[in-house]
């Protein structure tokens, strides 16, 4: 195994654990720093990326790279190829969920953007099985307004409160969301009860949102 391969191999694995743990600025950051702590430059993972991608394992990893401009120039269109490739060839054999889940809201977010709806639930669906909080949110946010499906709030309430299950960046807004809709009973059954119990939780996440606030002033009002 020549030093090439050896360092793609040691960044694929930092990239599979940071997957699990943190969002995508975390994880470029957390390749940088190895890069920085081996004195190894971006450019030359990039080329070692680019000469082990053969192996399918590293498909996502050059999709990052890619769409982060991490040792070569942001090219979103090379990017979603990658991922591409690797959601296709089914990366969670050598990745795991965690990583498939990543990949899988990328393309997503692809497809939505090009209101491109089939594909774009197609891999939102997957992201969000695999756990994914984003995905969920994202998901309950589509069936709330109507994007590309008909409005199901009952689908929106019950991926909300997924999101809002799993301890990530993201569980703060999925528990205002369900917050609003135990208020307004939409997806679910009223009750202020349960408003400002969630609302109350979510504030103790310490993330404040425009939902957090408006909440405040609603119960505030009910006191």
């Not at 609302?199 to 957090?212: C, L, M, P």
Request: proline share 1%.
């Amino acid at each position: 195994m020549n030093d090439k391969t050896k360092l793609a191999e040691s960044i694929n694995q930092i990239f599979i654990k940071a997957n699990q743990k943190t969002d995508i600025e975390g994880i470029k950051l957390t390749i940088l720093e190895y890069l920085d702590k081996t004195q190894q430059n971006s450019e030359y993972l990039y080329d070692s990326v680019v000469n082990a991608v053969e192996n399918r394992q590293f498909s996502s990893l050059r999709g990052f790279c890619e769409a982060n401009g991490i040792g070569t120039k942001p090219n979103q269109k090379l990017a979603l190829q990658f991922f591409m490739r690797g959601a296709l060839l089914g990366d969670e054999i050598s990745y795991g969920g965690s990583q498939n889940s990543y990949l899988q809201l990328r393309l997503a977010n692809y497809y939505r953007a090009q209101k491109n709806y089939e594909p774009a639930l197609h891999w939102l669906k997957n992201s969000a099985s695999l756990g994914n909080p984003r995905a969920y949110l994202i998901l309950g946010k589509m069936y709330h307004e109507s994007e590309g499906i008909t409005r199901n709030y009952e689908k929106s309430f019950r991926a909300w409160k997924k999101a809002a299950n799993i301890n990530s960046k993201y569980q703060s807004s999925a528990q205002n969301l369900l917050a609003i809709y135990y208020y307004r009973g939409r997806g679910t059954n009223k009750d202020m009860h349960a408003a400002i119990k969630t609302h109350r939780i979510a504030t103790s996440n310490g993330k404040s949102t425009y939902f957090s606030k408006l909440l405040r002033i609603i119960f505030k009002k009910l006191r």
